[in-house]
């Protein structure tokens, strides 16, 4: 697609639910982020896929979120029991990372998914 | 200590003024600079890059690099009020596909009709 599609666009959960954000990169990139940003606050990195590597799962708070990419493309960010803490927009963003692009690591963000839990 | 700082403002200048914003940095390894600005209720939109050190020009915005002092800065010259944002730095290492990017907290900045 011409950019980085995300949905729901907003989603309202009781705690204790869970739910299920999904995310289409940009056609061709391999490379996949999530990000999560707080109100005020920056970019909290969650979790990169590139290729067919392993995820870098490093910066997920909690193992109540997982993620998982199929098929090199779509990717959906699942969070379990949620609580009233994970409240924030969740941001998916794609890069190339082809050495032939020059703009190399810039990376693509789409809108974001705004998730309120009460 | 965070890899990347920067300050979180806000920071309000009357329009037409210049802006600095800045960001310092502790990996050395970073080669790619980028600044991003956010709008309310939008996902950040890349604004700058920059590979290494120097500076970069487009239009009213200006990105510099100093990698000897890993310090990086975007000035706007005759600021808008649609310059209104929140803007974040951001850099990652050598081109691999284990890099990733790592984005400082963010500067609003408020311009003022």
């Known amino acids: 697609g011409a950019g980085v599609s995300q949905s729901p666009s907003n989603k309202v959960t009781e705690k204790g639910k869970d739910v299920e954000l999904r995310c289409d990169p940009i056609s061709g990139h391999t490379a996949l982020y999530w990000y999560r940003q707080s109100l005020g606050q920056g970019l909290e990195f969650l979790i990169y896929?590139?290729?067919?590597?392993?995820?870098?799962k490093s910066g997920l708070p909690s193992d109540r979120f997982s993620a998982e990419r199929t098929g090199g493309s779509v990717s959906t960010l699942t969070i379990q029991r949620t609580q009233q803490e994970d409240s924030a927009v969740y941001l998916c963003?794609?890069?190339?990372?082809?050495?032939?692009?020059?703009?190399?690591?810039?990376?693509?963000f789409g809108e974001g998914s705004w998730l309120t839990v009460v | 200590q965070k890899e990347v700082e920067q300050d979180p403002g806000p920071l309000s200048v009357p329009e037409g003024a210049i802006v600095s914003l800045n960001c310092t940095y502790s990996n050395s390894a970073f080669q790619y600079f980028m600044w991003y600005r956010q709008y309310s209720r939008k996902g950040p939109e890349l604004l700058m890059y920059t590979y290494s050190s120097g500076n970069k020009e487009d239009g009213r915005f200006t990105a510099q690099v100093d990698k000897s002092s890993k310090y990086i800065s975007l000035f706007i010259r005759d600021s808008q009020p649609s310059d209104s944002a929140t803007y974040l730095c951001?850099?990652?290492?050598?081109?691999?596909?284990?890099?990733?990017?790592?984005f400082g907290s963010g500067t609003r900045l408020s311009i003022r009709p």
């Open positions: 951001a850099m990652s290492g050598i081109h691999s596909s284990a890099s990733k990017i790592i």
């Open positions: 896929f590139q290729g067919n590597s392993a995820p870098d």
């Open positions: 963003a794609s890069s190339s990372s082809h050495l032939r692009d020059r703009l190399g690591n810039t990376i693509y």
